[in-house]
């Protein structure tokens, strides 16, 4: 399989740079430190009840553990990375755009997973799933035709047809594993913060598959 990535440098992406380090430096240590992780965690009642709304942000910088870590930090430098750069290329303030678009798909996911789950005591997530979702979807608006990766048999695979890809394989696995440290809510709010929010700070540059 071959993967289609494009050249850049970390520091043409600050923001998609300093977000990655941070992100890594706080789940790293928070996998020493468990108590740390339960301050931080997305806990719907604590943030309904006990007004603790700073962990609507941060518990998209701590993660349950390596695995999920590694594969939040692949995509956010990949789409996050992309996405940073083609606003950049393509219009004024890109950088800032990113910025809104990101923590939009952060709040998004955070507040529907908050909303929906506001009386399960026992409910909590952790992970930028919904944030790095939010980016490669709005990625894939601004560039639906670019290739992604290639397959031997299959060929070409687009940034379109890979979201669709992404959308059924969490519905599988959801389907499949119930796992309780991962928040598959923040998959979809996460997308839809990530779409309504491209089509407000990136109208002009929207494109639609064809």
Same mark, same amino acid.
């Given at each position: ?66 695995i999920h870590l ?13 996405? =940073? ?7 004024? &303030? /890109?950088? @800032? ?8 798909? *952060? ?72 796992? =309780? ?7 979809? &709010? /996460?997308? @839809? ?6 089509l407000v700070f *990136? ?8």
């Amino acid at each position: 399989m071959a993967i289609n990535t494009s050249t850049y440098k970390l520091l043409d992406l600050p923001v998609c740079s300093i977000l990655g380090i941070i992100i890594f430096a706080v789940s790293l240590f928070g996998f020493f430190n468990k108590e740390y992780v339960l301050q931080l965690l997305l806990h719907p009642v604590s943030i309904i009840r006990d007004k603790q709304y700073y962990r609507l942000f941060t518990s998209d910088f701590v993660h349950h553990d390596f695995i999920h870590l590694m594969l939040n930090e692949v995509m956010l430098f990949t789409y996050g990375g992309n996405l =940073e750069q083609h606003l950049n290329e393509k219009l004024p &303030f /890109g950088t @800032l755009r990113f910025v809104a678009i990101y923590i939009c798909s *952060c709040l998004f996911s955070s507040v529907g997973s908050t909303l929906r789950n506001r009386e399960d005591f026992g409910y909590s997530s952790a992970g930028a799933s919904g944030s790095v979702i939010g980016c490669l979807f709005s990625y894939t608006m601004v560039q639906p035709n670019m290739v992604a990766f290639s397959l031997p048999v299959i060929g070409y695979v687009t940034n379109l047809y890979f979201s669709l890809i992404v959308i059924i394989g969490i519905s599988i696995y959801k389907w499949r594993r119930s796992n =309780e440290l991962l928040n598959h809510d923040l998959h979809f &709010f /996460g997308a @839809l913060g990530g779409i309504i929010s491209t089509l407000v700070f *990136c109208p002009g540059i929207v494109k639609w598959p064809g």
